[in-house]
């Protein structure tokens, strides 16, 4: 990120194998000199400038270990000052075969951050202000903030990925994907709860003209932990 000529950036420095520390970084575009501002063991995810200070989005991995969701720090004299104590990624983790393709996640708006961060089973568009509120609650993957209004990527409900508009309220603007729902029958998730020692709870997608008096052939999915959670509901979306 920069601001008055001093740009701030964080990597690993390594030689052979790479390290789970990531050291802080400022480059002064005047004197054309860099120097590491902070370098004790952190892992770090995102550097940025906000009211003229240097924020930090990372984790020391003392509770978790290298998967430990970060939060938000000052930087300071060269200490971490915890400012937002938060259990947001500040990144997308929805993982999905129908995607337009990469996105970004991070985003300023006349000096104000915004951020795609993963929460539970969705990604959630959030505004930091020392102090994190939503600004989009749902399947946020990219977008713009515009004095209009925010215009992103998402999939609402069980629809594939559009471009939406939102002011107020939500309004489709695209339709790429349209033909590819008229072509094929979508099954509207049902919540079950196994009931075997503890409860499981999933869903059930029955098919096209289903008839409960005959026989069907049952597929299971099984996920993986980058699909993991506790909101049937998000997930099923």
Avoid at 1 to 22: A, C, F, R, T
Avoid at 106 to 133: A, C, M, R, W
């Amino acid at each position: 990120d920069l601001h008055n000529n001093q740009l701030i950036y964080s990597g690993v420095d390594y030689k052979d194998v790479k390290g789970l520390w990531g050291n802080i970084y400022s480059y002064d575009l005047v004197k054309e000199e860099t120097h590491c501002i902070y370098n004790q063991k952190m892992q770090i995810n995102k550097v940025f400038f906000y009211n003229n200070e240097i924020k930090v989005y990372g984790t020391y991995g003392k509770e978790y270990g290298a998967i430990e969701t970060g939060k938000f720090y000052t930087l300071k004299d060269n200490e971490m000052i915890l400012t937002v104590d938060s259990e947001v990624g500040m990144y997308n983790s929805i993982a999905s075969d129908l995607k337009y393709g990469s996105y970004k996640s991070f985003f300023k708006y006349q000096g104000t951050p915004y951020f795609v961060g993963s929460v539970n089973e969705t990604s959630v568009l959030h505004k930091y202000e020392d102090q994190l509120e939503v600004v989009l609650n749902g399947s946020c993957e990219d977008f713009i903030i515009t004095q209009n209004g925010i215009y992103f990527i998402g999939s609402i409900d069980t629809k594939l990925q559009e471009i939406y508009f939102v002011n107020k309220e939500i309004n489709k603007i695209s339709s790429f994907n349209d033909q590819f729902l008229n072509e094929y029958f979508i099954s509207i998730p049902q919540k079950v709860t196994v009931y075997k020692d503890m409860n499981v709870d999933g869903f059930v997608m029955l098919p096209k003209d289903y008839d409960e008096t005959k026989e069907y052939p049952l597929v299971f999915f099984l996920h993986g932990a980058g699909e993991r959670g506790e909101d049937l509901d998000v997930a099923a979306r």
